[in-house]
């Protein structure tokens, strides 16, 4: 399609998505979609971005990392060498249960983070499109979208490793040495992540992320994943707080779907992202 590498390709998509939404006071107009609590089913049926594509642990295409999640393995990122993928779940759709309900997460994973997916590759496509034509009229609208999915796949992308079935509980080692010398301690940590969290307006995220200039942890929010987070910030620990993520299950109990996550974190790969 073009003279750029896959490789170069992700590292500018990955840059985009994790740095675009991070330009202060920008507000970029919502897609129709964000306000429904998650993208909507593609519109174009074209696309060859399907599931199809989806990655294997161990497939051997899969042997890039992408240097800011130097933590996740390729094949959980959701990038097969070619296009974004939806990555498989680490676990079965019931396995979180009675935490994370199995038809929360299937909608979740198969239907959400697969629209988020498949709109990443269709601005990609596009942006490719405008260069090789040199019409770049759509090229704002692009960005936003390359932003607005490009931040829901690698968002979800973590969400899913960071949960794991017999998890909750608190971390130790390094992680918790971190927590404890940022926060204060695990608890005053928990609750201020719990709070930041419930307190998200519409949708959005929780995120306990690494500032590398202080080499300190901070808790943020990001209450349009595609606009609102802070330069150079790396995710350990996300939570999904919109909507689709627990409405089947929790209702309008934000808080109850809160405590019940953090039943299921999975430590160590949270301590695993601290690097
Ligand atoms: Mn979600």
């Known amino acids: 399609m073009n003279e750029i590498s896959p490789r170069r390709k992700f590292i500018a998509v990955a840059a985009g998505a994790l740095i675009a939404p991070l330009i202060p006071f920008a507000r970029f107009a919502q897609p129709a979609e964000a306000n429904s609590g998650g993208p909507a089913a593609p519109a174009d049926n074209s696309r060859q971005s399907q599931v199809t594509g989806t990655a294997r642990k161990g497939d ?19 990038w097969n060498g070619k296009e974004y993928v939806l990555p498989p779940l680490p676990y079965d759709y019931a396995a979180l249960e009675p935490h994370i309900d199995e038809a929360t997460m299937r909608l979740h994973h198969d239907k959400h983070h697969l629209a988020y997916v498949n709109g990443l590759n269709a601005a ?31 968002l979800h992308t973590v969400f899913w490793n960071n949960v794991t079935p017999g998890g909750g509980g608190e971390p130790s080692g390094k992680l918790a ?26 949708s959005g995220w929780g995120l306990l992320v690494h500032e590398p200039m202080a080499d300190r942890l901070l ?35 934000r808080g109850a779907y809160i405590d019940a996550f953090t039943n299921v974190i999975n430590w160590s790969d949270v301590a695993a992202r601290l690097v």
């Open 124 to 154: 990609l496509s596009k942006l490719a499109a405008s260069r090789e034509s040199g019409d770049f009229a759509a090229v704002k609208h692009l960005s936003r979208e390359t932003a607005f999915h490009g931040s829901g796949h690698l």
């Open 60 to 78: 051997s295409v899969n042997n890039w990392r992408n240097p800011m999640e130097s933590s996740m393995k390729s094949s959980e990122m959701g």
């Open 177 to 202: 040495e971190a927590i404890s010398e940022s926060f204060g301690g695990f608890g005053a940590f928990m609750g201020q992540f719990k709070a930041a969290s419930a307190a998200v307006e519409g």
């Open 219 to 253: 808790v943020m929010t990001a209450e349009k994943h595609q606009n609102l987070t802070a330069w150079g910030v790396k995710p350990l620990l996300v939570l999904d707080v919109w909507e689709h993520a627990y409405y089947l299950k929790y209702q309008n109990n």
